[in-house]
């Protein structure tokens, strides 16, 4: 999962930043870069160190030999800074397209697609019904986009890595299954958005049912494209990478430079002329040397973990969390069988600027004060505590429209219950539905889960895959 570390901007007050604070940041071990470079490191030092004694205590090498090996030092110093900088910079953006296109465009689309089922589809007099196809139309769209994750990722293990996996939590039925590994070869996350699409087509041209008329269809079909959208330019970035002879290139010319500099350890001074050494002072240049390879490999290191997006690694992201939520988050946001939606009534209710119950206050910020450090504040407020405790901070203030507000309620039961219970809808009370496991039809919903234990008076058992059940 990302790794979430501390603001490295520490603050000994709200304008005074507190000294060499950036260190915190370098505290961090796992899935820190000191953590990858770490075996490398080691053998830099003692490769650097066994050619930096053989020079000092059993000779020198031809002079010819270090001359070479500076002058493709000097020579590859300012080629690789340009080079790396392209090379990151390509990288980047091509890691930055993917995380917009799956977690943007692909991500909003299924949440557009939750929020539109809500609030563009209904039936009064079936609502169960309604409540199903809400819940099958979402449960399609979080489907394409776990067989996509399901195909992208590498390099580790997630819940919706398998058909197996998807069809234990509920999100594929075993006939959908058996279509999906049968019917189709290549970017199978396109099959539930071609499910989704035609069922809302047949439902519109059915005297539109559950109000899903030419307009609805539209919006929800452009919800559609957009998942297929998102979810196809991540496949274009899997399918097409960073062609293979530029990586090789910038990796051997890094490595060719580092090689390069161990082996001119103990001479570096051949890079500078008016720089001379002698004695034991070739030491060092060891710690030139691995600042130079901090920098050139640690760079290289940074573009290899963002070349590959779907990697799963310690400072990627926790695609199970991230994915689960996602569906937990949009069938909560259609489902209409727990949840009490007001109605057209319920607009009466609301007070009008100058009535009872209105209230909207305008805070305004003195920006004319000096924030005391935490050195001075302990002796600020030592002395002043007492003028300073009757009277409000200075930049905060709250204008009021109205003087006088009716009290706040305390009680929880009057605070949240609605003034009038007409004008809002009832709740559907649900069961669960005892499993067919001998029914092969594509309309299965599979086995449904255990019964979940939700709130009193809502809920008697969990919904099965599409969140439905029956109605008590």
């Given amino acids: 999962m990302p790794i979430m570390y501390a603001d ?14 950036w260190l915190r940041i370098f505290m961090y071990w796992h899935g820190s870069l000191v953590q990858r470079l770490l075996f490398e490191i080691f053998i830099l030092f003692a490769l650097a160190s066994f050619i930096v004694a053989t020079k000092l205590y059993i000779g020198s090498w031809p002079r010819f030999l270090l001359q070479v090996l500076a002058n493709v030092i000097n020579i590859l110093s300012g080629v690789l800074t340009l080079l790396l900088g392209f090379y990151a910079s390509t990288i980047y953006s091509r890691w930055w397209y993917t995380r917009t296109n799956m977690f943007g465009t ?8 939750g929020y539109m089922s809500n609030a563009l589809i209904y039936d009064d007099e079936n609502p169960e019904l309604c409540a199903r196809f809400k819940q099958r139309l979402l449960r399609w769209m979080n489907l394409a986009f776990s067989i996509a994750l399901m195909d992208l990722t590498t390099g580790g293990s997630h819940l919706f890595e398998s058909f197996d996996s998807l069809e234990r939590i509920g999100l594929v039925t075993p006939e959908e299954r058996y279509r999906l590994e049968h019917d189709v070869e290549r970017v199978r996350f396109t099959l539930p958005i071609m499910w989704a699409g035609h069922t809302l087509t047949r439902l519109r041209d ?7 008329t030419d307009r609805v269809h539209m919006q929800l079909s452009i919800e559609l494209a957009y998942l297929r959208q998102g979810l196809g330019g991540c496949f274009l970035m899997k399918n097409t990478p960073v062609p293979l002879l530029y990586v090789q290139f910038v990796e051997v010319a890094v490595r060719l430079y580092v090689i390069c500099m161990i082996l001119l350890a103990g001479d570096l001074n051949l890079l500078s002329s008016p720089f001379q050494e002698t004695g034991n002072n070739r030491w060092i240049d060891l710690v030139y040397i691995a600042a130079l390879f901090f920098i050139y490999v640690g760079w290289l290191h940074v573009a290899e973990e963002l070349a590959n997006p779907f990697r799963i690694a310690p400072d990627g992201l926790d695609l199970d969390d991230l994915l689960s939520g996602q569906r937990c988050d949009v069938m909560t946001m259609a489902d209409s069988t727990r949840q009490r939606l007001p109605k057209p009534e319920v607009i009466q209710e609301v007070p009008l600027p100058g009535e009872q119950g209105w209230y909207l206050p305008i805070i305004t910020r003195d920006h004319d004060y000096e924030v005391i450090p935490h050195w001075f504040s302990f002796w600020r407020n030592l002395f002043f505590r007492r003028k300073c405790h009757s009277t409000p901070p200075p930049h905060s203030i709250i204008w009021g429209f109205y003087p006088e507000k009716k009290p706040l309620v305390d009680s929880a039961e009057q605070r949240h219950a609605a003034p009038n219970t007409a004008s809002w809808s009832k709740v559907v009370r649900v069961q669960p539905v ?11 919903d599979g086995p449904a889960p255990p019964p979940s234990h939700g709130p009193s008076g809502h809920v008697d058992g969990g919904p099965g895959p599409d969140g439905g059940g029956a109605v008590a």
């Fill in 8 to 21: 490295p901007v520490g603050h000994l007050g709200k304008d005074y930043v507190l000294p060499m604070s």
């Fill in 106 to 113: 692909a991500q909003g689309g299924v949440y557009n697609g």
């Fill in 206 to 212: 059915n005297n539109h049912q559950f109000h899903i």
């Fill in 434 to 444: 005892r499993p067919n496991r001998t029914r092969r039809t594509f309309p299965s």
